[in-house]
């Protein structure tokens, strides 16, 4: 009997140090996890922080350029450039005989008048659409109603 309680014993004794490693693995695993947690969390806070109140997303507001990367999407952006525009001397294109519609209403023009702003609209390089748009704004021009979906297309078409 005492044999066998020695062996216990030393059986016990052998199996200490293997659960000693085993529960310092265990501790290790436990310890990395909660640092993986943690980790993650911080990423995900800092994902999440662009999130409103109510769930939906804060904008991401784009640092505006300069008037050249306008596309008309963002009127913010139109109306510096069109302000920025009224600092600046106002550019012509080859268009002085529309200064005499100065203070017209754009539903006012006759077909003969209208013909004079398509000519010029037509002869118009995409990319001086929309400067052209500003120079007629800023000099009290108001462009056809009829050829304003034309001047619409143009300028997209410059943006493409």
């Known amino acids: 009997m005492q044999i066998n309680q020695k062996a216990s014993a030393v059986s016990r004794n052998q199996t200490t140090p293997n659960a ?10 436990t310890i990395i996890s909660i640092i993986s947690l ?11 922080r662009n999130r409103r109140s ?11 350029g300069d008037c050249s990367t306008c596309t008309g999407d963002d009127p913010k952006c139109e109306q510096v450039c069109m302000m920025e525009a009224a600092t600046k001397p106002i550019e012509y294109f080859d268009d002085e005989e529309l200064d005499a519609f100065k203070g017209r209403s754009a539903s006012s ?3 003969a008048e209208i013909e004079q702003f398509a000519y ?10 929309a400067p052209w748009s500003r120079s007629i704004t ?3 021009i108001q462009l056809p109603e009829s050829l304003r979906d034309e ?4 300028i997209e078409s410059a943006n493409e």
């Open 151 to 154: 001047l619409i297309m143009l």
């Open 20 to 29: 000693e490693i085993q529960l310092s693995i265990m501790s290790e695993i």
């Open 109 to 111: 023009y006759t077909d």
């Open 120 to 129: 010029v609209l037509h002869t118009l390089q995409p990319k001086d659409a």
């Open 38 to 48: 943690l980790t993650l969390g911080a990423i995900a806070y800092i994902f999440g």
């Open 138 to 140: 800023l000099r009290g």
């Open 54 to 64: 109510d769930g939906s997303e804060e904008p991401i507001v784009v640092g505006s």
